[in-house]
Nanobody, 115 residues
C-alpha cells in the first residue's frame, strides 16, 4: 500500500507559476508509475503528467511545454511545476501512484487560476 499527501495548491493569476507536491508513504523507487491527474467541475478526471521508474515522462497535450513533473527520491516526493498557468488549468489536482496493478490516489489539492 501507499498513502499520498498533496500540498501546494492555491489561487494564482493567469500567467503565473505554481508547484504542487505529493509525498508518498514509501520509497517512490519501488513505485512503477507516479503522476498527476486533475478534475475540473463537471468534467472527467484526466491525466496531466506521469513518470515511470527509469525516467520516462508523459504529458497531456494541453500542458506540454508549460508543466514539468519531477521526483526527489530522497524525500519520496513527486512535484508538478506549472508555469504560464491558464484559467482552464483550474481543477482539483490528484496525485496518483501505481506500484503494480492497483491505483492509489491522494486527497487532491485545489488549483484556481484567475483571469
Amino acid at each position: 500500500q501507499v498513502q499520498l499527501v498533496e500540498s501546494g495548491g492555491g489561487l494564482v493569476q493567469a500567467g503565473k507559476s505554481l508547484r504542487v507536491s505529493c509525498v508518498a508513504s514509501r520509497s517512490i523507487s519501488t513505485i512503477n508509475t507516479m503522476g498527476w491527474y486533475r478534475q475540473a467541475p463537471g468534467k472527467q478526471r484526466e491525466l496531466v503528467a506521469s513518470t515511470r521508474n527509469g525516467g520516462a515522462t508523459n504529458y497531456a497535450d494541453s500542458v506540454k511545454g508549460r508543466f514539468t513533473i519531477s521526483t526527489d527520491s530522497a524525500k519520496n516526493t513527486v512535484y508538478l511545476q506549472m508555469n504560464s498557468l491558464k484559467p482552464e488549468d483550474t481543477a482539483v489536482y490528484y496525485c496518483h501512484a501505481r506500484p503494480l496493478l492497483r491505483d492509489y490516489w491522494g486527497q487532491g489539492t485545489q488549483v484556481t487560476v484567475s483571469s
